[in-house]
């Protein structure tokens, strides 16, 4: 079936890394993208991968993709308090020819 | 110079009410759509319009009534609203199919039925 699955929650200390994990069931899947939420505002996509990539980075950010394992990750690296948002993870369907997203993954800085 | 604008922001209307959201797109998109996002924050997707035809219509009520009146406008009107339709809505864009580009999307809607 059409599943993205993601933690719902994740709490790190200012300066740390952040990693927020995504798992995915269509293999077909051809692009994996991150977007993150603000409060009160729209998706903003961060970043995405194409199928065929392991990874992608983008100053603070890497994206590592397991294909086997249908598997995505997101690393913030030196995590800052404006990366306080709801970071999802949504995958191609090409069955159905659209984007499904994750429950989203709720990310707090402590300081 | 908004990229995906999508009007009102708020809207509080009573039960029963038939309430439209506008949304437009300056990006030279051919494909929007219409997703809702519950309390919870999960998103679904509602709609889905290629060059003004409809491409993808999940399970929504009839009361729901997508219309494009050409390919940088999508509006969503809502009949006879009820407490369940309280969620944000989000208009979004992108250029060809969903399988191939990344979706840009508006600022939401947040609908309150009272």
């Known amino acids: 079936g059409e599943d993205v699955e993601q933690s719902l929650f994740l709490s790190v200390r200012e300066g740390d890394s952040s990693v927020i994990n995504c798992t995915y069931t269509?293999?077909?899947?051809?692009?994996l993208y991150w977007y993150k939420q603000e409060p009160g505002a729209g998706l903003q996509l961060l970043t995405y991968i194409f199928s065929n990539m392991d990874m992608k980075q983008d100053q603070r950010l890497t994206v590592l993709l397991n294909k086997k394992d249908k598997h995505l990750s997101l690393r913030i690296a030196d995590t800052q308090t404006g990366d306080s948002a709801i970071y999802f993870c949504a995958a191609t369907y090409s069955s159905a020819s659209k984007i499904i997203f994750g429950s989203g993954t709720r990310l707090s800085i402590r300081p | 110079d908004t990229a995906v604008s999508q009007t009102p922001k708020y809207l509080v209307t009573q039960m029963g009410n038939d309430k439209s959201i506008k949304c437009e797109q300056n990006?030279?998109?051919?494909?929007m759509y219409w997703y809702k996002q519950d309390s919870k924050k999960f998103l679904k997707i509602m709609f889905s319009?290629?060059?003004?035809?409809?491409?993808i219509n999940e399970t929504v009520p009839n009361r729901f009534s997508p219309k494009s009146p050409d390919k940088a406008h999508l509006n969503l009107h809502i009949n006879s609203l009820e407490l369940g339709d309280s969620a944000v809505y989000f208009c979004a864009s992108s250029q060809g199919s969903q399988s191939q580009s990344p979706l840009h999307f508006g600022n939401g809607t947040r609908l309150t039925v009272t």
């Open positions: 319009y290629n060059n003004k035809e409809l491409i």
């Open positions: 269509d293999s077909s899947s051809t692009y």
């Open positions: 990006l030279g998109h051919d494909t």
